[in-house]
C-alpha cells in the first residue's frame, strides 16, 4: 500500500505566484514527515520536516509546511515563486512503528515560468 | 564538511558485469541506505544498515548486496548486472531511522 501520495507530476506556477505542492499520507499511526528538494543532477536536499510540536513548520528558501492530521496532509507551499525554485520535489513519511522505513513519494516537478 | 561521498558518479556497465558503488560518511551517523531512483517511482529503498555490522532489506533488494564493516563505509554490490538495474543511486545517512537523511550526489548507472 502506497504510504505517501504526491497527486500529479508537473506543476507550473509564474514567478511570483503560489506555490503549492501536496502530500498526503495514508496511516493512523504518527508519522513523521519530509520534504526533499533535487535540483538537476544533484542528490536530494532537506527542506523541512515535522516531527512533534508546531504543526506549522517553516524550511530553508522559504518554503513551509503545514501537518493536518484530521487531513492526513503536510502540503508544501511558499508565498512567492522564484526562478531557482524550479526543481523536483518530494514528499517523504516515517511512521512511529517498528520497522517502519522513510518511504518516498513519486515526486513533482515544479516549473516556474518568467 | 564532505557530508556522504559516492563514488563513481557515472558507469556503465555490461550485463552480466559486477560493481561495488561506494558510500562513505564522515558525520558518524549510524543509520545509512541506499536508494535507486527511476522516473515517475520516486526514490525506492533497496538496503539499509542500523550500525556496523548490521543490515537489512528494503524494498527493491534484489539483485544487491551490501555489508557494513565500519560505521563510515555502506558499499553496495551489484552482482551480475542486468538493464532493469539502469538507474540513478543515493546514499544517504543519519542519526536514526527517523532522521531524514543527508544524500550523496548519486551514482548514474546505465547496463547496457
Known amino acids: 500500500a502506497q504510504s505517501v501520495t504526491q497527486l500529479g507530476s508537473h506543476v507550473s506556477v509564474s514567478e511570483g505566484a503560489l506555490v503549492l505542492l501536496r502530500c498526503n499520507y495514508s496511516s493512523s499511526v504518527p508519522p513523521y514527515l519530509f520534504w526533499y528538494v533535487q535540483y538537476p543532477n544533484q542528490g536530494l536536499q532537506l527542506l523541512l520536516k515535522y516531527t512533534t510540536g508546531a504543526t506549522l513548520v517553516k524550511g530553508i528558501n522559504g518554503f513551509e509546511a503545514e501537518f493536518k492530521k484530521s487531513e492526513t496532509s503536510f502540503h508544501l507551499t511558499k508565498p512567492s515563486a522564484h526562478m531557482s525554485d524550479a526543481a523536483e520535489y518530494f514528499c517523504?513519511?516515517?511512521?512511529?512503528?517498528?520497522?517502519?522505513?522513510?518511504?518516498f513519494g513519486k515526486g513533482i516537478t515544479l516549473s516556474v515560468r518568467p | 564538511n564532505a557530508g556522504v561521498t559516492q563514488t563513481p558518479k557515472f558507469q556503465v556497465l555490461k550485463t552480466g558485469q559486477s560493481m561495488t558503488l561506494q558510500c562513505a560518511q564522515d558525520?558518524?551517523?549510524?543509520?545509512m541506505s541506499w536508494y535507486r531512483q527511476d522516473p515517475g517511482m520516486g526514490l525506492r529503498l533497496i538496503h539499509y544498515s542500523v550500525g556496523a555490522g548490521i543490515t537489512d532489506q528494503g524494498e527493491v533488494p534484489n539483485g544487491y548486496n551490501v555489508s557494513r564493516s565500519t560505521t563510515e563505509d555502506f558499499p553496495l554490490r551489484l552482482l551480475s548486472a542486468a538493464p532493469s538495474q539502469t538507474s540513478v543511486y543515493f546514499c544517504?545517512?543519519?542519526?536514526?531511522?527517523?532522521?531524514?537523511?543527508?544524500f550523496g550526489s548519486g551514482t548514474r548507472l546505465t547496463v547496457v
Open positions: 517523504a513519511v516515517i511512521y512511529l512503528r517498528a520497522n517502519s522505513k522513510l518511504t
Open positions: 544517504a545517512s543519519s542519526v536514526n531511522r527517523q532522521a531524514g537523511g543527508t
Open positions: 558525520m558518524n551517523h549510524e543509520y
